[in-house]
């Protein structure tokens, strides 16, 4: 066979001189035709990892492929298929330049992948004759994720030297894995080795209320334990430069369409202290190994060390029961303590022009100076990077100019005239108990046995102010009502009878004998538009009627969103405060 490359030479690839047919799959449904014949291959292939399960990488298109075409490539000798290429294409225009990128399926959200194929020097010979032959298809392949156990790479290098601009094989990410080496016995009795931290923490869990660990096998028992993961995780890392991926629904339909399509792959973990979880943990289980793949950790027990606890306990259960566990890649620096393997991934990518190879290797010279590389790993940089790059998804550069405008305008506002004005609204009538949410809650009433269950859900720390002011709070007593989905607390209202200080106006609301203040409502991002609070306020504001309470609450003028649900409700303005302060002196 011989490979026709961009300057014109011929390269003859040293592979069997059959003719290997390769065809475009473009639409899903096709997908399902070839699926027995794929899991075959896969069994076969060098890179055999649940990734590459028709099932994942068909519950991803199908959650994330509507700006991307499909571009799956099926290598025929004869009848039989011997390959495939799980293979997409984002076209995408800057400036004026359109791209089209063809990638694996899956990126950025797949740990693992790769080209599917027993024989697959036959087969990557021909799918380049087919990329090379229909080079306006495309401006880059970019294939990443590929583990450095694959031959792909080599066989890139090896085969396509000439294709295009030119040919860049890096290495991308770190993985990490471990191995169990022992007898049978021994695995039967296996721990992980416990630092003094996970110690001490598991022997402070255990003293208090227990800590209860374990696998949740059945489908329906995960479903209700997934918005637990998505809460957590969104917790964990709000007002990062990182927000959590779930409060992308997007993301969470991924999740519980995983959950549908593959469940026997999905291995949940939650470790809980009393009836209070301390992490769950999204893992796949493929034949004999765990990928780990989603830990969401309780900011309340941060001190505690949840993440490495979780590690440990799952690990140890895993590991008795046969598995070898795959840490795949990830953020996490205590992976590294529980791993007795540790492997690279490869990314390969071949350039349509000399000139966007070139500027890459520039690139590359420039961020291996001392001054940069300083620069560029430096925290600062990083948080400064990862904001401005959500800031561009998010509002786009007109956004971010506006926003600058808004900031100045701020600054102005704070330091040299600021003024505000805060609304107090009262509400005396019937509420409206038809009022519905769009999923199922319930309402219910917590007390004080339930504040860490209320510090957990606001995504605060053990002993921080939060969890003082809720002691506070039922110490006063003080109502918290609370909607809860599947169990889990998803929107909480508090009802105090005693004075409310409003620290953004540095001033107090005190109620009268009759009344009582509602304040710090809070519904979960992942649950926000779905009618919760207002669900929520009707059944509480029934609960002061039939008590003679009439309800009042406060709210800053700017707050449109939260004085269009009091107003919903009927609340009556009856007093406005003022606030005004120039250099810094409050005139009133």
């Known amino acids: 066979?011989?490979?026709?490359?961009?300057?014109?030479?011929?390269?003859?690839?040293?592979?069997?001189?059959?003719?290997?047919?390769?065809?475009?799959?473009?639409?899903?449904?096709?997908?399902?035709?070839?699926?027995?014949?794929?899991?075959?291959?896969?069994?076969?292939?060098?890179?055999?990892?649940?990734?590459?399960?028709?099932?994942?990488?068909?519950?991803?298109?199908?959650?994330?492929?509507?700006?991307?075409?499909?571009?799956?490539?099926?290598?025929?000798?004869?009848?039989?298929?011997?390959?495939?290429?799980?293979?997409?294409?984002?076209?995408?225009?800057?400036?004026?330049?359109?791209?089209?990128?063809?990638?694996?399926?899956?990126?950025?959200?797949?740990?693992?992948?790769?080209?599917?194929a027993s024989d697959k020097r036959k087969v990557i010979a021909a799918i380049l004759n087919y990329l090379e032959r229909r080079q306006s298809d495309w401006t880059r392949i970019q294939l990443s994720q590929i583990p450095e156990y694959s031959s792909t790479p080599a066989l890139f290098r090896e085969l396509c030297p000439g294709m295009g601009g030119g040919l860049d094989i890096r290495e991308i990410e770190s993985c990490s894995a471990f191995v169990?080496?022992?007898?049978?016995?021994?695995?039967?009795?296996?721990?992980?080795?416990?630092?003094k931290t996970v110690k001490s923490a598991i022997n402070f869990f255990q003293r208090e209320k227990g800590l209860f660990n374990g696998q949740l096998k059945e489908p329906e028992t995960v479903k209700r334990y997934l918005p637990l993961l998505f809460?957590?995780?969104?917790?964990?890392?709000?007002?990062?430069?990182?927000?959590?991926?779930?409060?992308?629904?997007?993301?969470?339909?991924f999740y519980e369409e995983l959950l549908v399509a593959m469940p026997e792959n999905i291995s949940f973990y939650c470790i809980r202290h009393g009836d209070i979880p301390v992490a769950c943990s999204f893992n796949f289980r493929y034949k004999?190994?765990?990928?780990?793949?989603?830990?969401a950790i309780n900011q309340f027990y941060k001190r505690r060390s949840p993440g490495q606890i979780t590690f440990v306990l799952q690990g140890d259960d895993y590991v008795r029961s046969g598995y070898a566990l795959d840490y795949?890649?990830?953020?996490?620096?205590?992976?590294?303590?529980?791993?007795?393997?540790?492997?690279?991934?490869?990314?390969?990518?071949?350039?349509?022009?000399?000139?966007?190879?070139?500027?890459?290797?520039?690139?590359?010279?420039?961020?291996?100076?001392?001054?940069?590389?300083?620069?560029?790993?430096?925290?600062?940089?990083?948080?400064?990077?990862?904001r401005f790059v959500r800031k561009i998804r998010e509002h786009g550069i007109k956004g971010i100019a506006l926003g600058m405008l808004g900031k100045l305008g701020g600054i102005f506002n704070r330091y040299i005239i600021e003024y505000r004005e805060f609304f107090v609204m009262r509400f005396d009538g019937i509420p409206d108990l038809s009022v519905e949410s769009r999923i199922p809650v319930q309402f219910k009433r917590l007390t004080a046995e339930d504040a860490e269950n209320i510090v957990t859900f606001y995504g605060a720390r053990e002993d921080s102010p939060k969890h003082k002011t809720v002691i506070e709070r039922f110490q006063k007593n003080a109502d918290c009502f609370a909607a809860t989905h599947n169990g889990h607390i998803v929107s909480i209202y508090w009802g105090l009878y005693h004075t409310d200080y409003h620290a953004e106006l540095n001033l107090s609301l005190t109620p009268q004998s009759d009344e009582v203040i509602l304040s710090d409502a809070y519904?979960?991002?992942?649950?926000?538009?779905?009618?919760?609070?207002?669900?929520?306020m009707a059944r509480q504001l029934q609960e002061y009627r039939t008590k003679g309470f009439k309800a009042v609450a406060g709210v800053a003028r700017k707050n449109k969103p939260s004085r269009r649900v009091l107003s919903g409700f009927n609340f009556k303005h009856v007093k406005t405060i003022r606030y005004l302060r120039i250099f810094g002196k409050r005139l009133f």
Not at 29 to 48: H, N
Not at 180 to 195: H, N, P, T
Not at 526 to 536: A, D, V
Request: with cysteine; proline share 3%.
């Open 231 to 253: 809460q957590l995780h969104v917790n964990r890392w709000e007002g990062t430069p990182t927000p959590s991926k779930f409060l992308d629904e997007q993301h969470r339909r």
């Open 180 to 195: 169990f080496e022992g007898s049978d016995q021994e695995r039967a009795a296996f721990e992980f080795k416990r630092s």
């Open 1 to 116: 066979m011989q490979i026709v490359m961009a300057n014109n030479k011929n390269v003859t690839v040293n592979c069997t001189t059959e003719m290997i047919e390769v065809d475009r799959i473009d639409n899903v449904e096709s997908i399902e035709r070839i699926k027995p014949r794929w899991k075959e291959l896969l069994a076969q292939s060098e890179t055999d990892v649940v990734f590459l399960l028709p099932e994942w990488l068909h519950t991803w298109w199908t959650i994330y492929g509507a700006r991307k075409d499909l571009y799956l490539l099926v290598a025929r000798d004869g009848d039989a298929i011997i390959g495939i290429a799980p293979f997409m294409r984002t076209v995408s225009s800057r400036m004026g330049i359109k791209s089209k990128v063809i990638e694996f399926i899956g990126t950025p959200n797949i740990d693992y992948a790769d080209i599917i």
């Open 328 to 386: 795949s890649r990830g953020a996490y620096g205590y992976k590294s303590i529980f791993a007795n393997r540790a492997s690279k991934n490869y990314q390969v990518t071949i350039f349509s022009g000399a000139s966007e190879l070139w500027r890459t290797k520039a690139v590359d010279r420039l961020k291996a100076t001392k001054t940069v590389t300083r620069i560029l790993q430096s925290k600062t940089f990083q948080d400064l990077r990862i």
């Open 288 to 295: 004999d190994k765990i990928y780990f793949y989603t830990l």
């Open 523 to 536: 519904t979960t991002p992942i649950y926000r538009g779905m009618k919760i609070l207002p669900f929520l």
